[in-house]
């Protein structure tokens, strides 16, 4: 099933109602603030920032709204301070999930995601008690490959690439992510998603009424402003 990817995500992101439009600008920006923060302005010298700015023009963020994002980041605006969380758990007929957030006060955010879990049946874990089952991988998204491509992947330092029926995942190695992405732009071939992601070692099959439980956790985590990423072992 889809939904346990930070590329599928985005997809739903992209079809929201302008009503929900803005939780998705929000964590944009939250994502370009931190990344500022952590690595200074400059996206040239960031690559952090570069990703986060480049999800924010996929997701057709407005340029001023990108600025301010980083102006926050580097101190040259005023706002909250925005602090990086992680939560770890299981969600519906004990599936492992690991939700990261972007948030300015913790106790909101820690409350209501404990809340959510609750409500779909799973409940909030202690460190390590599932991220274990995940190991971290850099996920890049591209619309077409080749077999000569691939084997170029492979030969530029890709651990793996699946073809899919809408394009390919490639998997590298998290310090790796930078060197794939250029390999393939140098290429010209446009790059529609990279980040680096919690990848599940094995994957859970779900009947179709725990699935749809989790597609309806899924969606509120989605319209939740404080999170930014989720990822399960959901097959």
């Not at 972007?102 to 779909?120: C, P």
């Not at 992405?181 to 094995?202: G, M, P, R, S, T």
């Amino acid at each position: 099933m889809s939904g346990h990817s930070k590329w599928a995500q985005i997809h739903r992101q992209k079809g929201v109602a302008d009503t929900k439009r803005g939780a998705v600008f929000t964590k944009l920006g939250n994502a370009i603030t931190a990344a500022a923060k952590s690595g200074g302005g400059d996206p040239d010298a960031n690559f952090k920032l570069r990703l986060a700015i480049d999800q924010a023009k996929a997701s057709n963020l407005p340029k001023d709204n990108i600025e301010r994002a980083i102006k926050r980041g580097t101190g040259e605006l005023g706002g909250g301070t925005i602090e990086t969380v992680v939560y770890e758990g299981f969600g519906p007929a004990g599936i492992a999930i690991i939700i990261e957030g972007l948030t300015d006060n913790r106790n909101r955010t820690s409350s209501a995601i404990k809340h959510l879990l609750a409500k779909y049946g799973g409940s909030l874990g202690g460190p390590n008690s599932v991220s274990w089952l995940f190991v971290q991988k850099g996920v890049l998204r591209i619309k077409e490959i080749t077999d000569e491509l691939e084997l170029d992947l492979i030969d530029a330092g890709a651990l793996d690439v699946v073809r899919e029926d809408d394009g390919a995942t490639i998997y590298t190695m998290p310090n790796d992510l930078k060197k794939i992405k250029n390999f393939l732009e140098l290429q010209k071939i446009i790059v529609d998603y990279a980040e680096v992601e919690q990848v599940a070692k094995e994957k859970k099959a779900l009947n179709d009424e725990e699935a749809q439980n989790l597609q309806k956790l899924f969606g509120e985590l989605d319209n939740d402003e404080d999170v930014s990423n989720y990822y399960t072992n959901a097959e």
